[in-house]
């Protein structure tokens, strides 16, 4: 598990998160039926003027249950597509992205070279590729072949450790997450770090708690199947063993609240230090085998983010049998690998990652799989087609326009803030006016000239694209970061907040109807697009990003009467989330999701507050019978259009910083009190919280 994005707070787990973490596949089906794509073919908004009156339920009040006042119709009518988990305004703009992204590949293929050189010649190469589910049937799990036997040869702790290095490079498999990101406390310079890694389930909860035993259960079948089908010997016997020492590893691990405490993860130490304070790996074996230089490196430092994590896992694989661990490695390896086999596997890490995990019923059309492959793969280079073709530039100059009335009423809120004390006040409005917004694309693209595509190799290139951007990583080890770099390309339908670099970034595919229509209400805009900016915005101030300074420093700035101020307001609305049931008997967790929820309040707030200025003392006009600020509240309510499979529910709601979208809308809502005017809330509403409840925190 080597890659880039750390701490950046995004606005919700979109489809690329869960195909990083599921390895998505891929399979030739019969395309979905028309029937079932009729069902999905309303538009979640109205292109009119920006909101879908007729989506709404006016049979539930309001104050009652404000998400199903807004969009209940509309997530009553609607049927989740066969192929996805869940379905909404998000996932509608992902799939216009993804068949956009099919004509960018369908174009780039159009003169196919049998050694690809350019980019778009490589782009081309690598999606014809994936599509010939002919050739990757006759191959079955041969291409495994050369990298099992590096699995066979792992004997003793340095050959073990060599391999876990090597899954920088392709798709060999390790449990500790290696990075190269922003130093947290020297936020301009990059350093090496070193975290627990993710083993085959989702979460740590999915191992050790009862609620979760059939999927459990599920996962030891998935593994024996696996190791069948590459023809490793006691399969059955082995998942046993696999599935008892993942479960052994899960106990040593943090849980997902754990590792948000930016402070408590944060462990600087050098390479020496790791080496006994984590004995049972031979870490320098391990570094130097992903490829970081062996001179010096016992005194290179390194920051270790949970480290009683990796003491304990550390210990436990040092007294693990080694059959059970090259059978181990063996599974992952092949499950790491399953989207770019035969259809047999792809079939089968379908089955389990994406129905039995997240209960989609059936597998995506084959193109749909390898465009995202391709994306993973080369992303960059698509995404600069991608703004050249469908991003105008005046969409530009309206979000940036957007972004500072959102700016501004920030500012006006922490002038204005009752709780902090003066100093850390004129700290935190000298952090806003520091704040940096990209929008659209970065101003730099990445270069894929060394990466080679050869036609017809699925398994080599999908391996070679991993190693190409392991080594881009590397190449920034002792480096000052470059803020040209972003985590997101510009054909993601997400936004993000980069804590280091005080920066929020804003990516093409975002800022499309129902987030920002340059045609539709002012007060839509505000409430939706609005509302998303002050959410990255607010995501600097939420109960993680406050620990980072003007400079984007992880350190104490505040006094400690703010800090405990802030806790208690912090706390009363974690309760609110902690009370709140996504199923019967299943809660979400309110310190998981803390920094999304905080951003949810403030961005809904700064959204109310920067559509007033807009209208600079005039009254806001009438729409459709509507108010300004009814039509605010309606314009966040819908972007959270979004219906999911049960599965998925469970899912998120153990793995998921962000809450479930009824929640997203309903409890940042009642603690605002011009949403109880806007809509004539009155006490005996379900919703109605009274003024002493409510909690302002921005
Ligand atoms: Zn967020």
């Known amino acids: 598990m080597t890659g880039k994005m750390k701490r950046a707070s995004s606005l ?33 908004y109205d292109p009119s003027w920006g909101f879908n009156m007729s989506g709404m339920d006016k049979t539930v009040k309001p104050g009652d249950n404000f998400f199903e006042y807004a969009n209940g119709t509309y997530l009553k009518n609607i049927v989740i597509p066969s192929d996805r988990a869940s379905f909404g305004p998000f996932v509608i703009l992902a ?18 070279s049998t050694d690809p050189k350019t980019t778009e010649e490589k782009l081309g190469a690598f999606y014809a590729t994936l599509l010939d589910t002919a050739k990757a049937d006759k191959l079955g799990a041969t291409p495994l072949k050369d990298d099992l036997e590096a699995v066979r040869a792992v004997k003793d702790p340095a050959s073990l450790a060599h391999l876990f290095g090597q899954a920088a490079f392709g798709f060999q498999y390790t449990p500790f997450g290696l990075m190269i ?35 459990k259960k599920a996962y030891q079948a998935y593994i024996a199947k696996t190791l069948a089908m590459i023809g490793w010997p006691e399969a059955d016997q082995e998942a046993a063993k696999i599935v008892a020492l993942e479960t052994d590893l899960a106990k040593a691990q943090w849980s997902r609240t754990e590792m948000r405490d930016p402070v408590k993860a944060y462990n600087p130490m050098t390479v020496a230090e790791l080496a006994r304070k984590t004995p049972g790996i031979d870490w320098a074996e391990f570094l130097v085998s992903a490829g970081i230089p062996r001179e010096g490196l016992e005194n290179r430092r390194i920051i270790v983010g949970e480290p009683t994590a990796l003491a304990g896992m550390a210990k436990i694989l040092s007294t693990a049998d080694y059959g059970t661990i090259r059978s181990w490695l063996a599974f992952h390896l092949a499950s790491n690998a399953a989207p770019y086999l035969s259809q047999a596997f792809v079939q089968s890490s379908f089955d389990f990652y994406d129905h039995e995990l997240e209960g989609s019923p059936q597998l995506p059309v084959r193109w749909k799989q390898a465009v995202s492959h391709t994306e993973d793969a080369m992303g960059w280079a698509i995404g600069k087609i991608y703004v050249e073709r469908y991003f105008p530039p005046a969409a530009k100059a309206r979000i940036t326009e957007l972004t500072q009335d959102v700016k501004a009423a920030f500012a006006n809120r922490l002038a204005h803030n009752a709780w902090m004390a003066p100093a850390t006040r ?97 007060a839509v805009n505000y409430g939706a697009i609005g509302g998303v900016i002050g ?32 806790q208690a307001l912090a706390d009363r609305y974690g309760k609110q989330y902690d009370a709140f049931e996504v199923l019967p008997g299943v809660h979400l967790n309110g310190k998981l999701t803390m920094g999304e929820n905080i951003a949810d309040l403030g961005g809904l707030t700064l959204a109310l507050d920067a559509y007033h200025a807009s209208l600079h003392g005039k009254p806001a006009p009438v729409v459709h019978g509507l108010t300004g600020d009814q039509r605010v509240f309606l314009g966040w309510a819908q972007v959270w259009r979004q219906k999911l499979r049960e599965d998925s529910i469970r899912n998120r709601a153990v793995t998921d910083p962000h809450s479930a979208p009824e929640a997203r809308v309903n409890i940042p809502m009642h603690n605002i009190d011009a949403w109880y005017e806007a809509f004539g809330v009155k006490a005996g509403d379900k919703l109605y919280l009274s003024p002493q409840d409510r909690v302002k925190i921005w």
């Open 181 to 215: 990101n922003a130093d947290d406390k020297d936020p301009g310079q990059y350093a090496l770090q070193l975290h627990q890694g993710k083993l085959g389930l989702p979460d740590r909860d999915y191992y050790l708690k009862s609620d979760f035993a059939a999927k």
């Open 535 to 566: 959410h990255e915005m607010t995501h600097s101030f939420d109960d993680q990003g406050r620990q980072y300074d003007e400079h984007g420093r992880l350190h104490q700035w505040w006094t400690a009467d703010d800090v405990k101020r802030f």
């Open 426 to 522: 004129d700290a935190a409005g000298r952090k806003l006016q520091n704040f940096e917004i990209q929008v659209g694309y970065p101003n730099k693209w990445r270069d894929y000239a060394g990466l080679t595509i050869k036609p017809g190799d699925l398994y080599g290139n999908a391996a070679r694209a991993i190693a190409f951007d392991w080594q881009y990583n590397l190449g920034h080890l002792d480096k000052k970061v470059d803020r040209n770099e972003w985590f997101m390309t510009p054909q993601t339908v997400n936004a993000y907040n980069d804590p280091n670099q005080v920066e929020i970034v804003f990516p093409a595919a975002i800022l499309q109807p129902p987030f920002f229509d340059p045609k539709g209400d002012a």
């Open 95 to 112: 799939e216009t992205a993804r068949e956009r992204v099919q004509s960018i590949l369908n174009d780039a293929g159009k003169h196919p």
């Open 12 to 44: 919700w787990l979109g489809a690329a998160s869960v195909l990083a973490l599921t390895v998505q596949s891929a399979s030739a089906q019969p395309p979905v039926s028309k029937a079932k794509a009729a069902d999905t073919s309303v538009k979640p």
